[in-house]
Nanobody, 128 residues
Framework: QVQLVESGGGLVQAGGSLRLSCAAS??????????MGWFRQIPGKELDIVAA????????YYADSVKGRFTISRDNAKNTVYLQMNDLRPEDTAVYYC???????????????????WGQGTQVTVSS
């Protein structure tokens, strides 16, 4: 089990940018072995994948709705994963969660059910 704490959410106007951070702690494993993912929950809708990054070669995955606008990255020395969000739109408004998986596969993990460890979430609100 690893503890995850998100930060960086807030209110921004459409077209603006935010960078979310997720700091990991409390695990006996080296942070670099974890796949890391960002998910979001829009009120009244299901939890959706936003982006993910693998632990070996840092392969990335992006939902179609955020391709070209969001960038996921990680700094293993700081035990932190980031989500840079540019050109934000009102439909990006949601609670954003980071998640960690110690799965040994080299391909990036994208299913929420395969991420056992989750942060508390951070609210992102995009106004028109």
């Amino acid at each position: 089990q690893v503890q995850l704490v998100e930060s960086g959410g807030g209110l921004v106007q459409a077209g603006g940018s935010l960078r979310l951070s997720c700091a990991a702690s409390g695990s006996g494993r080296t942070f670099s072995v974890y796949h890391m993912g960002w998910f979001r929950q829009i009120p009244g809708k299901e939890l959706d994948i936003v982006a993910a990054i693998s632990w070996v070669v840092e392969t990335t995955y992006y939902a179609d709705s955020v391709k070209g606008r969001f960038t996921i990255s990680r700094d293993n020395a700081k035990n932190t994963v980031y989500l840079q969000m540019n050109d934000l739109r009102p439909e990006d408004t949601a609670v954003y969660y980071c998640a960690a998986s110690a799965d040994l596969r080299r391909e990036v993990v994208t299913r929420s059910s395969e991420y056992p460890d989750w942060g508390q979430g951070t609210q992102v609100t995009v106004s028109s």
